[in-house]
Structure formats: C-alpha cells, structure tokens
C-alpha cells in the first residue's frame, strides 16, 4: 500500500521503517513541526515534588535545572523515560503510554500534601492528566516546553502524489494533522481523493477530513500507533512486522 505519514519529522521516519518493513510504501509529509518554547519556568517550580513528562519533546531547548533534574519524574511510556535520563535526570519512573493512567499511578505514589507537580508539556494537549490530578487535590504547575506548529505549505511530492492518485492511505494521529491536510487539499485546487482512505487515532481526529470526498474515514479503537498498525495489518492482511 502507498500510505501518506503525516506525523511530525521527529516521529515520522520511524514510523515509516515500520511501514517498510511490513512490505508498505511510505511518503512521509510532516504536517506540524515541533520545536522548543523558550518559556521560562513556572513561579514556585523549585517546590515541585516531582515532575511530569509526556513526550520526549519536553526535554527539547535549554537543559532543566539541576535542582530539578534530582526530582522524581514520571514518563509517559519508555521513549519519554529514555529522554529524561538523557538530560540529566536521576530518578525516572517510566509509566504507562496513556496520560490518563499515568495520572493514577502518580495520585497512587504521591499525596498532595508533598507540594505541587512539575508538568514539562506541550503547548497543545488534551488535558485529561491535568483534569485527573487536580481533581484529586493536585498542585500542578505547567511549564511548557515546546510547541506544533502548522507546515503552511505542503511538499511538492505529496502534490504530485495527489494529483495523480498515487495513495492509498493516509495516517492521521491528530486532529491538527488533519486540518493542515485539508488546508493544503484546498491550496493544491481539491485534487480528487476518492480512492484515499484516511485512517485515525481517534473519530475526533478524522472531524476535519470530512469534506474532502475520502473513500473512507477509519478510526481504531485504541488511540495508540501499535493499534493504527494492526488496523492496518488485519485490513489488508500484511503482517506487523512482528510487533505485539
């Protein structure tokens, strides 16, 4: 299959080895770039009892202080782990992939009265960890590290890709993918995509596609990449490449 991978070019190239090695034909098309806020830290930060990461993007720009690098940290998955240890930090607990159940470990392992948490975060975010602790009686200070910004053109192969009608899939893992895609659907003339299907971490994250004549909008059940692929391999009948 020839599948279009929208996702940022500090995540796309792995997931288009991933494709490949399930025998795929990837164009990758980037439509957000990340990089690195130069916000300073919240006041009160060096009260933090312990901090948060959900992405290994939280550690983009200048290094953390010391003082919080000997802080307790909580990750999101392994590859926010493996980020934090990198810069510096000298007690990680890696958690869950999923921020709502993060949220329950840390409320398990922490109590509110130890002082605020720290959360290294994105500038977009759905906000459910955010919910979760403070519900529970949480201090939580927000520093925000880095930001998604929206690629306003798109790259010449995915024009010629679209015009000509050579993809069949389109990998979508948020709803501001999906909305830069139909921006530049309109920029390059509404080329025809009704031999595209559009497949998506999520029902919300396929909303903007839907004036677009796709052949289909699919969503997972899961919104995790390891449940896009296997929607992928149990579509078409491929295998994962020998992922669980």
């Known amino acids: 299959m020839r599948i279009l991978v929208t996702r940022p070019a500090d995540r796309a190239e792995a997931l288009a080895e991933r494709l490949r090695a399930m025998g795929h034909a990837p164009l990758v098309a980037p439509t957000l770039e990340i990089e690195a806020c130069d916000a300073p830290p919240p006041e009160g930060a060096s009260r933090a009892a312990a901090l948060i990461a959900t992405s290994p993007r939280a550690f983009l720009g200048a290094p953390l202080p010391p003082a919080l690098r000997a802080r307790p940290l909580h990750a999101v998955g392994p590859a926010s782990a493996a980020a934090a240890r990198e810069a510096g930090f000298e007690h990680v607990e890696q958690g869950p992939s999923d921020g709502g159940a993060l949220a329950e470990r840390i409320i398990a392992r922490h109590a509110p009265a130890e002082g605020p948490l720290l959360y290294l975060a994105g500038h977009h975010r759905r906000g459910d960890l955010e919910r979760a602790l403070r519900s529970a009686g949480f201090e939580l200070m927000i520093w925000e590290r880095y930001r998604a910004v929206r690629v306003a053109t ?82 078409y009948g491929e295998d994962d490449g020998g992922q669980d």
């Open 154 to 235: 798109p790259p010449p192969d995915l024009a010629r890709a679209l015009a000509s009608g050579a993809l069949d899939l389109a990998l979508f893992h948020s709803a501001r993918s999906a909305e830069v895609f139909a921006d530049w659907w309109v920029r390059l003339g509404r080329p025809d995509l009704s031999m595209l299907v559009a497949v998506g971490l999520s029902p919300t994250v396929l909303v903007p596609l839907g004036d677009l004549g796709l052949r289909d909008r699919l969503a997972v059940e899961v919104p995790r990449e390891e449940a896009l692929l296997k929607r992928l391999a149990n579509l």
